[in-house]
């Protein structure tokens, strides 16, 4: 059932002592629906492509739910607003805050150091001082929405003071919060000059999920060191000032999948089918394709893939008329100067490479800055007899998931980074460190030469994984573990 939402998140801090009319809230850095560039009136939003929305949206509808988090746009202030069944409650952000929390502390110290340091994070005051101001205008935003005793469901790096500040405002709430990237062991959490504010914001939740166990692990052992919590089966006993309880916050891994059956449904259609064919044919019908699908991020190891690619060519292990390689690299986070300066170097290599190998009629590489459909995405995943995923460093990756669940003939084979969240479930993939050139060079090599028999059994014991662990499968594990967790802190 719609309802109107009652406050906005612009207004003074909350009381504590007014309610509003959800009693499910989810609260991101983004909303999830992006404005549609042609509209003109204010009607012009449409759903931000992604599993998180797909597995959530349900939910609200059921449950007369709400979605807080910024539009997108700086320095524009939205009333709330009601879209395809969801409620959502614009939170605005200053052109400087645009600048010092998502760029800065966002983007610049958490992403890197939450990443095993692959760029140098940066450590600003006025970029914490930044973060802080957000992060407390996100939990106004919620506490104002939320229903007395509502579950409020917090999401990733962004907002990890929220829970702290959320639970000071608003005590009743049961409040979730889910990293989406991994978590640093605490040798490497240790550089943070305010690891301990962080922690502390994290564990103002009930229930902490994190994608794999290690990323669990290493934040207990963080609780633990830079805290002096004591942990004891994944739970920490959070405590007041004056040392008694004030609630317990367990922290489990719970590994976030896709939307399995929009990629199958999409896999089956036959103009995505003919539209693969036509990618193939574009191509030349090579007798490989290879795909990359990233955003244009240095955790994603696209340069380390370029190099062993490149290499191969030399080599002569593949040529340009035998194989080609497709490499989606979508725009992101581009007034950042690490990414800028990744984009110069991933196109550096790929006019190297393909300024040496190209022919007329045949490319190495078709190098491809831009954002695609899901429609198209899945195209991509059918054309390609070989999907490459070198991350250095990744939460989960979903690109993987995606392929396995787009190949329903179970041909294809995965080239997978062992240090992805991915990897952990898809123990079939040729494994590989993307660090080793050689060691990508022999498995792209592998993937190419596979047999069908082997390529067959490796895909469908990755498919049972993945047909049996959909996103909305993760949602409902989180959502009945922190209701269990609640439960038992009431006691
Ligand atoms: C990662 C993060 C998300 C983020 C996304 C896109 O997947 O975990 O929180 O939304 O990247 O990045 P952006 O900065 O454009 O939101």
Redesign the pocket.
Known sequence: MPHKVQSHPDEARHSGTEYGSADFLVVS??LPVDRIPTATDDGGWRRSPGGLVTALAPVMAVRDGAWVGWHGAPDETLDPFHHENMDLIPVPLSHDEVELYYEGFS?STLWPLYHDVIAPPEFHRTWWDAYQRVNRRFAAAAAGAAAKNATVWVQ?Y?LQLVPRYLRQLRPDLRIGFFN??PFPPPEIFAQLPWRQAIINGLLGADLIGFQRPNDTANFLRSARRFLGASVKAQQVHVKENDGSVSHIARAEPFPISIDVRQIQELAERPDIIARARQIRADLGNPKTILLGVD?LDYTKGITHRLKAYGELLTDGVITVQDAALIQVASP??ERVETYRLLREEVEGMVGRINGQFDTISNTAIRYLHHNYPVEEMVALYLAADVMLVTALRD?MNLVAKEYVAARSNNTGALVLSEFTGAADQLKQALLVNPHDIDGLKAIITRAIELSPAESSRRMRSMRRQILTHDVERWSQDFLTALQNEAVRDDR
């Open positions: 850095n983004r983007n990733d962004q989406h990237i955003r992101s986070r939460g």
